[in-house]
Every structure is written in structure tokens, then in C-alpha cells.
């Protein structure tokens, strides 16, 4: 496991990106958009144990990008450990993005 390499050979990354399974274009093929990938908070709590069980949660940040559309949505993410929050879906609306047509 990828954890336990880490730890073992004391290297590890400044940060690891996280997607949630809400995230993407639409461009995926619908087999891939339904059912691939999980959604925010179940991703975000699973490897935030799975770093503290191995005892390397501090030796990096936790980055995830997803469905953010608002200010308590990012403070949702922060309260859960995480470090940076990328939120582009409320701009996009914003802006018209044709897929909130449908």
C-alpha cells in the first residue's frame, strides 16, 4: 500500500488532490459519470483515517476539488481536515455554463 511505503521510506508528497465523484465536465461517458468515483464527505473522511492510521496525516495537505458551490460548502470541507478548496461550479453557474440549462 502506498501508505505504508510512505511512511516506511519517510518521502512523502506536499499534498494529494482529491475529485469527488459530483466533479467534471459532463464530457465523461455517462458509465464513467454514474459510476465511477465517490461522492465528497465519504472520500475526505476515508483518507484523512486512513493517513492519521498510518501516522503520516501531518506530513501533508489534503486538497479536493468537487461540488463547492457556496461559502458553507468550503467551510464544510475545511471543518472535515481539509487544507485548500478548489471551487469553480458557483463561477461557472454564474457565468451560464450550458449544462445548468438542462
Known amino acids: 500500500m502506498i501508505c505504508q511505503e510512505m511512511s516506511t521510506q519517510n518521502c512523502f508528497p ?3 488532490t482529491l475529485d ?3 466533479g467534471g ?3 465523461a461517458p455517462l458509465e464513467f459519470a ?3 468515483g465517490m461522492p ?3 472520500v475526505l473522511i476515508f483518507v484523512t483515517k486512513t493517513l492519521v492510521r498510518f501516522g503520516i496525516r501531518d506530513s501533508m495537505r489534503i486538497i479536493f476539488k468537487g461540488k463547492k458551490i457556496s461559502g458553507y460548502s468550503i467551510l464544510r470541507a475545511v471543518a472535515l481536515d481539509e487544507y485548500i478548496c478548489n471551487s469553480a ?3 461557472v453557474f454564474s457565468l ?3 449544462q445548468t440549462l438542462h
Request: glycine share 24%.
Open 14 to 16: 506536499d499534498f494529494i
Open 25 to 27: 465536465t459532463g464530457a
Open 40 to 42: 465528497f464527505e465519504p
Open 89 to 91: 461550479r458557483g463561477f
Open 34 to 36: 454514474d459510476g465511477v
Open 20 to 22: 469527488g465523484a459530483e
Open 96 to 98: 451560464g455554463c450550458i
